[in-house]
């Protein structure tokens, strides 16, 4: 994630950006919202075999997991539970995203996510 410095901006709202390993070359993921993470602690994982990019957005002051075209496009919300995020691990293919999420009335839980395969089931009671 990258947040502009020209202009005025929110440091909590941030383009996506893919960087080219061979060249340098940065290219901004075009989308209708921007990833948030106010604390810079979230990471943006690949998926679907690197078509596509899994991210956090801050909505309301609930976190939710997006998801996006690598190439951009239109962004689509994978989350519907709210509350804090945390704690993210992405297999390396990017099949299963692990994460912890907590709510006001909720503790901890653990929760799986594959993108291919629908909503995130909860691990943990």
């Known amino acids: 994630m990258a947040t502009q410095k020209s202009g005025y901006w929110y440091e909590d709202l ?9 060249t340098g070359a940065e290219r901004i993921v075009p989308m209708q919202v921007h990833a948030s993470d106010w604390l810079h602690s979230q990471r943006v994982f690949w998926a679907d075999q690197d078509r596509r990019l899994v991210f956090p957005y801050l909505e309301r002051g609930d976190f939710h997991l997006w998801t ?13 539970h709210g509350g804090r995020l945390q704690l993210m ?3 390396p293919d990017g099949a299963k995203l692990a994460y912890v ?14 993108p291919e395969a629908g909503p995130p089931r909860q691990l943990t009671h």
């Open 68 to 80: 996006v075209p690598a190439l951009g496009g239109v962004a689509t919300r994978m989350t519907h």
């Open 101 to 114: 999420q907590s709510g006001e009335l909720t503790g901890a839980e653990v929760f799986l996510l594959e």
């Open 89 to 91: 691990h992405a297999t």
């Open 14 to 22: 941030a383009d996506l950006v893919v960087v080219d390993a061979t």
